[in-house]
């Protein structure tokens, strides 16, 4: 994305909607059927997504788009093979195989590594970047 903003920066759904070139309404519909994909919401409900929210939407659509599964069989693909490999599907990257060897652990902790940060912007909301 070369939006002038930092490779780090949150982006809006309009931003991620122009470089992964879906719709808006899609971003939202896909949110609401993948529980993966969860963007930090600011009191008014508008949506800003991480980096590695940005990878699993462009995961997701290279499967729904690029390998024409269904809503169903990418949820049933994602929970089997975790985020990380589905993110990895984006770039074209092949999943490192401690992803295959250690899924479980991997995908606890990846769970709790969003909720870390998760947390984390949530602080940053609330309190401002300065505190």
Known sequence: MTSGKSENAFRTISEVAQALDVKPHVLRFWESKFDEIQPVKRAAGRRYY???DVELIAGIKHLLHGQGMTIKGAQKHLKDNGIDEVRAMASGDKPKPEAALNEIGLNRRSKLEAARQNLVQARIL???EDN
């Open 126 to 128: 609330l309190v401002g």
């Open 50 to 52: 991480r980096p590695e």
